[in-house]
Structure formats: structure tokens, C-alpha cells
């Protein structure tokens, strides 16, 4: 082979490379960010996730049903997307089961069994206000009431609360993006210790 092909192929060998990895690098999930909470500490105990529901389409509809989620919003192609990397960064922190209590939403339920830690066991204190189920300062004040009740419970299986933006509110944190979150340390009020964040997955 002349030297001008052999350096011409070369070439194009490592163009290929360069761009194969650019293309791995662009299909990548996006690993959790430098400030996010190191999830592996959630094997020590004393820690309860509060996750917000995974991206979201449609609207809960005016004959909304809480057990029809033909008439709620559900988690799609994007939330579903979301959540493969956020189970990847739960599988490379070690946490492979979970106590999980979901709002009793279609697109909370969804993102609670797409965690894939454990059984999904609802908890309506964590539902979001729909007039169809009842007082809004009565539902305020059961989640308050189940704030102050945290139980992060035994190490090594840690307590996944997956509910809707009101709840962050409520206990005085930001509002995270879909699929987002915050750690939080229990301390006996309405308003737990926030320790760390989990960033939504794009």
C-alpha cells in the first residue's frame, strides 16, 4: 500500500472513531450533576427521597377519574426516557430496592413502578389537589401530617416518596424540574431537613 493511502485511510479511521464517540457521548443519559446528592449515602439510613413525577403529557380531563388514567396525565416517551437514567444512577449508587410510596396519580404511579426498587404501595397524602377528591386545606394539612410522620426506617432500603410539585412547596424546597427531587432528613415537623437534590434527568 503507497504511503498517501495508507495515510488517507488512517485518516479516515480515526474520523470514524472520533465521530462514533461523539455520537456515544450525545446518546448518553446525563449523569448526575457535580452538586447532586451522592445517592450511595442513602445505604447508611436516615434518608427519605421525595421525587417529583417524570415528564408528564396531556391534562387531567374534566371527567377526571383517579382510577381511569384515560382521563389523567400520563408519563410518556420523554418521562419514560427520564427514568431510564435515573435508574441507572440509583444501579451505580448501589440502591437496588427501595420502600416506595407513590400519590395515588396515574403519572406518579407510572413514575413510582418505573423506579423498579420494589412494590409501589399508594399513599393519597401525597395525591395532588383535584376538587373532585376533597378540601385542599384538608389535603394540605394530611401531607403536613405525613411529613411529620417520616420513618426513613432500617439502612439499606431507603423510603422513595414520588408525588407532584405542591409538595415541595409545602415543605419550603424549590420547585424541581420533572423527575427531580430532594433528599431529606426527617426531623419530627412538617418541614424536614432538605440535605441534597437530584437533578431531573433532560
Known amino acids: 500500500m503507497r504511503l498517501g493511502e495508507a495515510i488517507r485511510n488512517g485518516f479516515g479511521a480515526a474520523a470514524i472513531g472520533v465521530l462514533a464517540l461523539a455520537l456515544l457521548a450525545v446518546q448518553a443519559p446525563r449523569p448526575a450533576t457535580a452538586t447532586d446528592f451522592d445517592l450511595a449515602r442513602l445505604k447508611e439510613g436516615g434518608y ?75 399513599e393519597p397524602r401525597l395525591n395532588y389537589f383535584h376538587w373532585k377528591l376533597g378540601d385542599e386545606a384538608a389535603m394540605t394539612r394530611d401531607l403536613r401530617a405525613l411529613m411529620t410522620e417520616l420513618d426513613p426506617g432500617e439502612a439499606g432500603s431507603p423510603l422513595i416518596l414520588v408525588t407532584h410539585s405542591h409538595a415541595f412547596k409545602e415543605i419550603g424546597a424549590p420547585r424541581p424540574k420533572s423527575g427531580g427531587g430532594f433528599i431529606l432528613r426527617p426531623n419530627g415537623t412538617a418541614k424536614p431537613e432538605v440535605v441534597g437534590a437530584i437533578t431531573a434527568p433532560d
Open 48 to 122: 427519605v427521597v421525595l421525587l417529583r413525577h417524570a415528564k408528564a403529557g396531556g391534562s387531567d380531563a374534566d371527567n377526571f377519574d383517579l382510577r381511569d388514567c384515560k382521563t389523567q396525565r400520563q408519563v410518556g416517551a420523554p418521562g419514560r426516557k427520564q427514568m431510564t437514567e435515573l435508574v441507572a444512577r440509583f444501579e451505580a449508587a448501589g440502591i437496588t430496592e427501595a420502600r416506595v410510596l407513590s400519590s395515588q396519580f396515574c403519572r406518579a404511579l407510572q413514575t413510582a413502578e418505573l423506579l423498579d426498587l420494589g412494590p409501589v404501595v399508594e
